[in-house]
């Protein structure tokens, strides 16, 4: 519930946010938003690493009731204003704690056996993202013709204070006093927004950072313009806005709460997941540039529903492929790489749909995006031959010595303890 309200926090303004940037910047829109998106994108590529990699010393809870407050500032902030450059310079500095999901993530690595971590994972996301996105832009909508643009934000405050005090009273912390070790040295380093990208030396690491910067490069601009984007090409109102938002919500959380779990029980394994899912998002993509007419959106947007499973399948196999005592050090880079995209892509997008707005195709920025997203499908490919994950009880000792020293530690550059990933179908 703490994810669910923190996401409903971002979904509820979506469907009257278009509308407002729209008034205020007009044909400056795009760019505006994407310098936004790009500061806080920059600043997330530095903290989230760190911000993962502190929680794995000093505790999961209180990083991630920062994290909470962070990501809801901006709409919190829209009730005591509604200048949208007040909003957009909020939205650029709340990238320093962005770090929601990989915290999440680490969260339930601490506490679900592996062979269940990309169902799991999927849950989350589903129950959190995808049903807020179910549920947000409609009941954002709903209170905005009731109510006024006001009660919107007036009612993301109220939501945000109802989850801080979920988060203080309900949130256990996973992990314990005798797994942290709190010297100072060790916190400093962990703590340094490079130091998880000690991981890239594992090959393994390196193809999944690769994967998921591609995929976000394309998802964030898409996420960050589309709607605008039919605003403007499209004249879309806000509650159809709402009625677009809520059909990629409640098709992301059911493939993600019930899809991802349906398809470990059928035998596939996440590189099949991941691809099944980055294949959708490209179709989505793809159908989304050549729309002549509003209508031909809408199954774009159900199509695209299906995306985020991909990332739940790589954060598994991320979390299986390092030393359990740096899991949330790999969540961190890999929302590095996330944060890194989300910086660029929507600026990239927003310039490319500032460019071709007014051409015969208008809607070319979200061909690039596909073919990003192709190079993610295509390099995930190669997933069966080059990651390997590790055994559960592989090399305790050497991996915390290895960890605390910022290193790659001798079990885990040898293969002896490892299993390669085309086997883990036919071990579930």
């Known amino acids: 519930p703490i994810l669910f309200f923190d996401y409903l926090v971002i979904a509820m303004p979506r ?84 770090a929601t999901f990989p915290l999440a993530f680490a969260y339930i690595a601490d506490v679900v056996p592996s062979s269940g971590r990309a169902a799991a994972f999927g849950v989350t996301m589903g129950l959190s993202l995808g049903l807020a996105f179910l549920v947000g832009p409609i009941l954002g909508a709903v209170v905005e013709k009731l109510a006024g643009t006001q009660a919107v934000f007036n009612s993301c405050l109220w939501l945000t204070l109802t989850n801080a005090a979920l ?29 998880a990208f000690w991981l890239l030396r594992q ?136 944060a890194a995209t989300e910086g660029l892509g929507p600026l990239a997008t927003g310039l490319a749909l500032a460019f071709f707005e007014g051409t015969p195709l208008p809607g070319a920025p979200w061909l690039f995006a596909g073919a990003s997203m192709g190079i993610s499908l295509l390099l995930s490919c190669w997933l069966e031959t080059v990651v390997r994950l590790r055994e559960p009880a592989a090399a305790d000792g050497k991996e915390t010595e290895a960890a605390d020293s910022g290193g790659v530690s001798p079990a885990e550059d040898s293969d002896s303890d490892r299993r390669p990933l085309r086997t883990d179908q036919s071990a579930q």
């Open 15 to 98: 469907s009257v946010l278009p509308t407002m940037l729209d008034e205020q910047f007009s044909t400056r829109a795009y760019t505006m938003l994407g310098y936004a998106e790009t500061l806080r994108g920059l600043l997330t590529f530095v903290s989230s690493p760190a911000i993962g990699a502190l929680s794995d010393y000093v505790g999961r809870k209180y990083l991630f009731l920062a994290c909470v407050l962070g990501t809801a500032a901006p709409s919190v902030l829209l009730s005591f204003t509604t200048d949208m450059l007040t909003y957009l310079t909020c939205l650029g500095l709340t990238g320093v704690l962005a």
């Open 203 to 338: 090959r393994s690491m390196r193809l999944l950072f690769l994967i998921i910067v591609f995929f976000y490069l394309a998802l964030w601009g898409f996420i960050a313009n589309s709607m605008l984007y039919a605003r403007r090409r499209f004249k879309l109102s806000s509650q159809a806005a709402a009625v677009l938002l809520s059909l990629f919500g409640g098709v992301s959380a059911l493939a993600q709460s019930v899809g991802l779990s349906l398809a470990r029980k059928a035998g596939y394994t996440e590189a099949e997941i991941a691809r099944r899912c980055f294949a959708c998002a490209l179709a989505a993509l793809l159908l989304f540039g050549v729309a002549w007419e509003a209508w031909m959106l809408y199954p774009a947007m159900c199509i695209l529903g299906f995306a985020p499973g991909g990332y739940a399948a790589v954060s598994s196999l991320a979390s299986q492929v390092v030393p359990s005592k740096v899991v949330g050090e790999a969540q961190g880079l890999l929302s590095s790489a996330k």
């Open 167 to 195: 988060t203080l009273c309900v949130m256990q912390e996973s992990v314990t006093t005798s797994e942290r070790t709190l010297r100072c040295a060790n916190v400093l380093h962990r703590a340094n927004p490079c130091s």
